[in-house]
């Protein structure tokens, strides 16, 4: 994915486990080397397109749904998580609260 940051061009390409490369447009070199920017696989790198955010910030997500928003002007720096984007209730349980045991009474009727 090509973005361009406020002075320079980059193109951003997810490598191995978790990790992406940086490389710089105009001087065709390697810039970074962005290792564990994710836990797992890199599955999409996306620049947010809108007109007044348009190539200052890009997202990448990993195999297990989480979302990473990165800055993109003059060197990518991570500037927050969101954590489980697809909201995978099997990958969510254990966050979730425990549901409270409610004991019922037994009420015996006298004779």
Request: overall charge negative; proline content about 4%; glycine content about 8%.
């Amino acid at each position: 994915m090509g973005i361009t940051g406020e002075h320079k061009e980059f193109l951003i390409v997810g490598m191995g486990e978790g990790n992406f490369a940086v490389y710089g447009l105009e001087e065709k070199n390697l810039m970074d080397i962005w290792q564990y920017a994710h836990e797992v696989e890199i599955t999409q790198i996306v620049t947010l397109g809108a007109y007044s955010l348009k190539n200052k910030y890009f997202a990448t997500r990993d195999r297990k749904g989480h979302v990473k928003i990165w800055s993109s002007t003059n060197h990518p720096d991570k500037l927050f998580s969101l954590f489980n984007f697809d909201a995978d209730e099997e990958a969510l349980a254990p966050l979730q609260p425990k549901p409270e045991v409610v004991e019922e009474k037994v009420v015996k009727k006298k004779k």
